[in-house]
Every structure is written in C-alpha cells, then in structure tokens.
C-alpha cells in the first residue's frame, strides 16, 4: 500500500535523533505493517537471521547435515522488527528503532541477540509511527548493549504536543549508573508463564538467572498474574478492532498505491484496498470490522476491553506486593528456519510467539529483553525483563547488570566476510534494505 | 399546488397542535386557541384538548408531526479541532490541509482549546449540564471526503447535555399574536467537519477539496418537541442568533456555517410515534419550513393510500419544493463506534475543582467562562422592552433582521425623538423600505445618521410627518444629501410664522369662495401639526 510513499515529515523520535546529529543509515524491513511475528510477511519479501551465517551457527550445523546448500535453510529474525534487529546484530548500525505492539521489538531482539527495548507506553512519542494498535505501539529501541539503550532512551523520552497519549513532564538525557544493590531487589517469577511449549533450553536459562540473581541476594519469588491466559485472545480482539480502523484510512485516494479502475469510487477503494494490502493485514481488517459492528461491540470489544484491564491489574498488584521487576522469557525458543516457519500461518504464529511479550502492551510497562547465551545450536536466547511503569531507568539499571553478569558472545560473522567471494553472499547476508 | 396547501394548513396551526405526548414534554408551551398571550419562560404543562385538526380529504382520523432537528455548527475559530490547519471561507481547493488532515499514517490529533471553550460556552447558553469528563469516538463510513475513513466525535459522553432552547412563533395572523415555545436540547458534541466533494457530472468524476476537512463543529441535538416547519426554522433562528451573540459560531447558513438535518414523522394522536424519515441538505431556514411541511404532508398522503414510510434519507429540492430519497440504504449503515485511542478523557474544572498549581493554558475553568457570558438574545430583547418600551414582537423583528439592532442604536444615539418614534420609523418605514427593495441592512442608502437627523426635524416640529416621509423617500433615491438640504430644497418646512400663515390662508380661500368653511377648518388644522 505504502510502496513509493515517501512521507512528508519525520517522526518525532527520528527528528529527534537527527537534531543530536545521528546519520540515518536507512529504512529496514518488517512484518507488512508490523503484522507478525517472523518478518517474513513484507512487500520486500523475508528478513535473514545475520546469526544464520555466524561461525557459531554454522560450526554446529556442520556436526548434523552434509551436503545441503548452506543457505537454504537460513533462520528467521523473529518480528516484526525483524530487519531493525538484524540490522544492529550484523553492525550495520550503532541502534535501530522499531515498533513494539506485542513484542514486536523484544522478540526478534531475543532471536538476533540484540538488546530490544519497550519504554512505557505515553513515554516516547508515537507521532509518525504508522500505527497498528494505537493504544498499546511504542517505538521500540534495539541495541548491541543496555547503555546504548539508555543513550538512545534519553535523547528520545519526553513529551511531545503533537502527541496527546505521551505524559506531560520533559525528561532529560541520563547515564545509567552501575547497579550495586542487587541485594534489595526482588525479582518475580510468574508461574503462569511456564507455558508447556517452552523449550527446555530457554527454560533452563531461565532457571539459571533465577538463581543468579538470588545468588547475589536478591529475593526470587513465584508471583502469579492469573489472567495471564486470557491475554491472547483478548489482544487479538483488541488488535484487529484498532487495525480494522487504523487501515480505514488507505484509499488510495491522497497517497500510496492507487489502482486503476475508476469506475466508481467503491469499486476502486474496493480494489486498491485487495492490491495493496496482503492477505494478514486483511485478514484482520475483517476481524476487527466483525468486533466492532453493534451487534458484537459489547460481547467482544467492551468485553476484551475489560479483561485487558484485569490483566493490567495483575501487574499493578504484583508491584504493589513488593516485587521490583518480574523475569520472564522472552520467546519459546530460539530461532527457527524459515521453512519451518512458513508451515503456520501468520495468525498461528503471532498467537504462539506472542505469548511472553504481549501482556505486556495491554498494560503499558516497560520491558527489556537482554541477550544472555547460545544454544546449543549456536543461537541467541534471550530473557525479558518487566518494569513498573515509568521507571524505565530502573529496569535498564537492573538489565545492565544483568548483561555484565552473563556475558554474552559477540556474533562471529568475520570468517563469513574472509571467505567471501561472491557479492552474492553479500547481498543475502545484509538483510538492511538501504533506500535508494 | 401543493406547497401552497401545506402553508395555508401551517399558518392556522390548527393540526399540528400535539399536546397528545404532553407526559414526556415537560416545558412545552402550546398556544391554543385564538388568543395570542405570549408566554415567558417556563410555559404551563397542559394537556389542553385539540381546538381543530386537520381534516383529510378521506375524513380520518387527525395526525400529529413530531420534527426533531440535528444542527451542525461550524466553529469559529483560528484553527481546526485537532490540526493548526487554518479555518477560511472559500480559500483555494486544498490550500488549508494540514497532513493530520489528509490522513497521513502516522499524524495524531491534538484538541483546539478554543474548540472546547466555545462548545462550553454554547452548551451554558442552552442550560445544558456541562459534562466535566467526556470522551471522544470514531464514527467509521467510507467516503470520499472522509480521508481517515472515520469521523471523530463524541457518541457516548458529549461535553453538554440536558439543555433548553426558548424560540418564538406566531400564533395568530397579528404580529402580536406570538408565543414562547421551549425545545430540549438532547446534547451538544464536539466533532469533525468533512470534506467536500463536487461532483463533476460530465466527466464521471468527483473531485474532492479537503479544507473543511478537520474543521471543528458542534452538534446540537435538539429533540423532536416540534411540530412544524414554522417551528423548526424558529428554533433554528433563535439558536442561530444565541452563536452569534456567544461568537461561538457565524452560522451563516448560505456559508455552510450552519447545516440542519429534520428527522420528522407522523402519527394518530394516542397512537405510537410514527417511522420516522431524516431530511439533509437543508441549507437556508425558508428551506428547512418548506421542507418539513412538505414532508409532513407527504407522510400523510402516503400513510392515509395504505402505504408504508420507510426509514430512510431525503433531501430537499426547492425548484421542485419536494423531498426525494437520498442515499440507497437497505438496512441502517453500522457506524461502527470505537473509542479514539489517541485522545485521552477531556477533562473540564470548575473553580471549586481547579487543581492547585494547574497550568491556565493547560486547563478550562468552567465557571470562569460563565461569568464572562456575552449578552444572550433574549436578554438583549428583554432590555430593549424595558428601555424603549417596544412590544416584544418589535424586538424579535429587532433582532432578527442581519444588523438592524445596530442600526436602530445608531439612531438612538444621535437623535432626541422618542424611542417609540424612532422604533415605529425603523421597524415601518425603513423596514419596508429594505424589503420592498431586497436590501439588506448594510446595503441601505439611508444612514442611522441620516434618519436620526431626520426623527430631530421631525421631533421639534420643523417639519411635518407627511413631509418627513416624503423626506424619506428622497434620501433613499438620492444619496448625499442630508434631510436639511432636501426639506429647503423642496420647501417642505413647517411655517411657525402665524402672521405669514394667515396670510396664506386668506389668499387661499379667497380664491376659492365655495370651499370658504370647508377649508377655513382644514386650514385651521394644516396650521396646527
């Protein structure tokens, strides 16, 4: 829909970087309009893992399959911000913005091994972020460490007046300090999300940075959040309703795509709606249409509405109980090929991998996902961390901490680009779409 | 043929006197009858029978019309109600579009604190209850000249609700016969006005102008307490001199300031309310009468041959004076109501609720606003009564006709003649003047300070009435010459001289002996006005 549009102002977080005197490196590639959950659903066609070609990936691969193309079977970044995420995992880029709805930056962070950010939502201003779910986007920030993270945050949070969700107070630039009492924090583990498909892997690293953190003298407790499993469905309510209206607006008629039937104003609105937009985003429309029509508003929006408020009330009481940040995974497992990816539907898989990471969008918190170690393939995991809400600088205190305790290996990809003869390899390698 | 039915059965008033559903309207004064006792304020709640009904031609039996009225305000304001794009009248097609307006993905709206102040305003001028939380909505449609492909507006908690509106209709063919009639006001809301579109029959293609895209309205829903045209486009009036006197709103119809669609129906006095039809695209008051009356009168036709009145949307044509479907619906268009999301609960204080420390720039004083209230109408009205000693209906002509209030004050200003006089010559004479001619007030040729000078002639005798009329007519035909130059010039001053005055009437009446006592009398008369 949007092929071609090129906007006529920048979004407030992007003009914001510009006045301190970033360089745009370019636009990267997405989930069409940040619908998904693997970044292989966009108009540019699908995002590569950069740790598909580590030499850490590829020494394990060498030990299973011989002979197979060693391309072919390249893994997924995760999304929607996957392009953003493996723009910052291949250097591409000191940081990259994203947008976060459900985890959309968290989760492809989690799988490139990159530092994602979600802020609280009404810190960073959404203006100019095309939106999906007004009541739950923030732009997301994706880095290679915490304290870059904190840089970018500090230069982006605030208000904005042409953003009337964002809170009213400025805030200024900060250095995160070095955290030291790890002793007077309690951390909470919320029982529900030991979900039965999570991999042994990913649930062992969760253990061991349980155990970590008690270690060090912090409290660990099980807390619950018992609305947890009615998340889901009620952000694919919540979800497709906003989408339905937020998409009501291409039309081919003041930008973007347009077709070429004129013959009356519903056929052509008819078609440039079916040509420009792909089958998920109409998906969706639909669903959120049938949400909204009077007959089913008060069963499934108002209803949805309010279950969104007990699961933000979970939060607010586990707070309240004394915990400091809750730890969480941030995906099932690690990255998986994209052929296997492809053998669900975008729907089935947002349902899926969304699991950790959405809730916390229906409730407005911050939430951070840090690297932590490899596979044993040879892939990035990563745990998420969950804050009250706007006490950001907090929660990056503790995940700087973190990240110093557990080390996290930097991507090899230096044997790819010795050994590299043909631009061919290049080219799939950077998975930056640079805009002419 | 039929219009003129329609008018006649109008101005006896008879049938559309619906006192039958008094139980829900409380405040409703219905002048029965033939005498005409203008009511103020609060008038009795009578279930008064029926004097006369309209008589159909098959002799069943009488029929009431319910006609309630939404109204589209423009605001007046510098800018939009969620962009800094400018408000202007007839600027270049797309000049005004700011890129919140054009829907570009990614803009968000931010509230005009004007927007809000003049909504506050008008819902206190109609005794509305001014909600002091209220939210915004999206109302879905797809159209053309809707770029977001929804509107924003406020479905479930407007900014006012619970007013009244006070308006006035005749009674009686005497312009004394006039009666106080009270409207409710359901609710008044802040929402998006659209684009445009024209549509460019020839070439098969619409084209579509975005400057009024975005532009702030208010919504003022009045309830279906009325029970003709007359009383619509009375309604409307007296609303549209309240926004005016409150500069909330120019609601100058031709300018598409101010836009009213009718929901009108019919039914049998006792019997459930009818279906009802919407009528739009009303856009002068002589229309809005003509249009419901006709529509009335088409609901009866209709229901009386055994037919059916669909729910549906008509528009008027007046070349044709008819009401005729509009859109092709087949069942009700599902707006799809959601709350705006990027606009949190608008927030209004009072004094008592202001908290402390609070930005003024950041938050609206109710109470503050009411105090500095522009004089209202009907107080204006109510002053003129007392001051000059005018009949009421003297100062709804006062106040209803563009600029003749000011005026009329000019020439009090600078004339010595009694109120009454100058009343009489300006609502009479000058009046007539205008309409005969079709002028507006700001078009006359004559001058407050020409009549003024004029009524000061008149008032130390200098000249006579008759003169003074005569005066009149020659300052309307010939501008630049004042009421002194032209009474000299056509020698039309009074004789004060008694010498000389007998004089003249001994030459006259010696040239004319037979009308000797017949004109000694006139004579004696002609000396003394």
Redesign the interface.
């Known amino acids: 829909m949007?092929k071609g549009y090129v906007?006529?102002?920048n979004?407030t977080v992007v003009q914001k970087l510009l006045d301190k005197g970033a360089v745009l490196m370019g636009k990267t590639n997405l989930d069409e309009f940040a619908m998904g959950s693997g970044s292989t659903d966009g108009v540019f066609g699908p995002v590569k893992n950069p740790w598909s070609y580590s030499k850490q990936y590829r020494e394990k691969r060498k030990q299973k399959a011989h002979g197979e193309n060693e391309d072919s079977n390249w893994l997924i970044t995760g999304g929607s911000s996957g392009g953003s995420a493996a723009a910052v995992a291949a250097f591409t880029c000191f940081a990259a913005l994203g947008s976060d709805t459900g985890g959309s930056t968290r989760n492809p962070a989690a799988h490139c091994g990159v530092v994602g950010f979600k802020p609280s939502y009404g810190l960073v201003s959404?203006?100019?972020?095309?939106?999906l779910?007004?009541?739950m986007d923030v732009p997301g920030i994706l880095t290679r460490c915490v304290d870059d993270a904190a840089i970018v945050l500090g230069m982006l949070a605030g208000h904005d007046?042409?953003?009337?969700?964002t809170i009213q107070d400025p805030v200024k630039p900060f250095t995160l300090p070095t955290f030291a009492d790890v002793n007077k924090l309690c951390i909470g583990i919320p029982k529900e999300y030991l979900a039965p498909e999570l991999s042994s892997e990913v649930r062992s690293f969760w253990s061991k940075a349980a155990n970590l953190f008690e270690s060090e003298g912090a409290k660990v407790i099980e807390v619950s959040l018992p609305h947890t499993s009615y998340s889901i469905v009620c952000y694919h309510v919540l979800c497709t309703?906003?989408v339905?209206?937020n998409?009501?607006?291409?039309?081919g008629?003041?930008?973007g795509h347009r077709c070429d039937i004129?013959v009356s104003?519903?056929a052509m609105?008819a078609a440039t709606r079916r040509e420009g937009f792909n089958d998920v985003v109409r998906g969706r429309i639909l669903s959120g249409?049938f949400f909204?029509?009077?007959e089913n508003?008060e069963n499934y929006?108002i209803k949805a509405q309010k279950v969104r408020r007990l699961i933000a009330n979970d939060f607010v009481n586990v707070f309240n109980s004394g915990v400091d940040v809750l730890l969480t995974p941030t995906t099932l497992s690690e990255a998986v090929p994209y052929l296997e990816f492809i053998k669900e539907d975008n729907r089935t898989r947002s349902a899926q991998d969304d699991i950790f990471t959405q809730a916390v969008n229906m409730a407005g918190l911050p939430a951070v996902s840090v690297p932590v170690a490899l596979s044993n393939q040879g892939l990035p995991i990563g745990l998420q961390f969950i804050g009250r809400a706007f006490c950001d600088q907090q929660l990056l205190k503790i995940a700087k901490w973190f990240e110093k305790q557990v080390q996290f290996p930097v991507i090899q990809l230096q044997e790819l680009m010795d050994d590299c003869s043909s631009d061919f390899e290049i080219e799939k390698l950077s998975s930056v779409s640079l805009k002419q | 043929m039929a219009a003129l039915v329609v008018r006649l059965s109008c101005l006896g008033k008879r049938w559309v006197l619906a006192c039958i559903d008094g139980g829900s309207r409380h405040g409703r004064g219905a002048a029965i009858g033939l005498t005409s006792r203008r009511k103020r304020g609060q008038s009795s709640v009578a279930q008064q029978p029926l004097i006369a009904v309209q008589k159909s031609r098959k002799g069943e039996r009488e029929w009431a019309a319910v006609v309630g009225l939404e109204i589209h305000a423009q605001i007046s304001s510098n800018s939009k109600l969620f962009s800094g794009s400018q408000v202007h009248f007839a600027a270049p097609p797309n000049s005004l579009v700011s890129f919140f307006d054009a829907s570009l993905p990614g803009t968000l709206p931010v509230l005009n604190r004007r927007c809000v102040e003049a909504a506050v305003m008008t819902g206190l001028a109609l005794n509305c209850r001014i909600n002091k939380k209220s939210l915004f909505d999206r109302k879905h449609y797809f159209y053309a000249d809707l770029p977001a492909g929804y509107q924003i507006t406020q479905q479930r908690l407007p900014i006012a609700v619970n007013g009244c509106l006070a308006y006035s209709v005749s009674v009686g063919k005497k312009p004394s016969q006039v009666s106080t009639r009270t409207v409710r006001i359901k609710q008044i809301q802040l929402e998006q006005d659209s684009g445009k579109s024209l549509h460019d029959e020839p070439r098969s293609q619409t084209l579509i102008d975005l400057n009024r895209a975005g532009v702030g309205l208010l919504e003022v829903v009045l309830e279906p307490d009325m029970s003709c045209g007359e009383e619509a486009a009375s309604a409307v009036r007296e609303l549209q001199l309240i926004l005016q006197a409150l500069g909330t709103s120019q609601a100058n119809m031709a300018e598409g300031q101010l836009r009213v669609d009718a929901n009108i129906s019919v039914h049998h006095p006792g019997e459930p309310l009818g279906v009802r039809t919407e009528v739009k695209n009303l856009n002068s008051a002589r229309f809005l009468a003509k249009a419901i009356d006709f529509e009335i009168k088409r609901q009866i036709h209709e229901l009386e041959n055994g037919r059916k009145i669909l729910n549906e949307t008509r528009s008027f044509d007046d070349k044709l004076g008819c009401t005729m479907p509009m859109r092709d619906k087949e069942g009700k268009q599902d707006y799809r109501f959601m709350p705006e999301p990027n606009l949190p609960p608008l927030l209004l204080y009072d004094t008592a609720s202001l908290p402390p420390g609070a930005d003024p720039q950041q938050v609206i004083n109710i109470d503050w606003i009411r105090e500095r209230l522009p004089e209202l109408p009907g107080k204006t009205r109510e002053k003129l009564i007392q001051q000059y000693g005018m009949l009421p209906e003297h100062s709804f002509t006062l106040l209803n006709e563009v600029g003749l209030l000011e005026f009329f004050q000019n020439v009090i200003k600078e004339t010595r003649a009694e109120p009454k006089k100058v009343t009489s010559w300006v609502l009479n004479i000058f009046l007539g003047f205008l309409k005969q001619q079709n002028l507006a007030v700001n078009e006359s040729p004559v001058t407050p300070s020409a009549l003024a000078e004029l009524l000061n002639l008149l008032d130390r005798k200098a000249i006579s009435s008759s003169a003074a009329r005569q005066v009149f007519e020659e300052l309307w035909r010939s501008k630049g010459k004042t009421p002194s130059q032209i009474v000299s010039e056509k020698k039309l001053e009074l004789m004060q001289d008694q010498e000389a005055l007998e004089r003249v009437c001994h030459t006259v009446m010696e040239g004319h002996p037979q009308v000797g006592v017949e004109g000694r009398r006139k004579a004696m008369h002609f000396s003394a006005c």
């Open positions: 949007l906007p006529p102002y979004a959404r203006h100019g972020l095309i939106p779910v007004n009541s007046p042409k953003d009337s969700t309703s906003e339905a209206s998409m009501a607006r291409f039309d008629l003041e930008y004129n104003t519903e609105y249409n909204l029509l009077k508003y929006f």
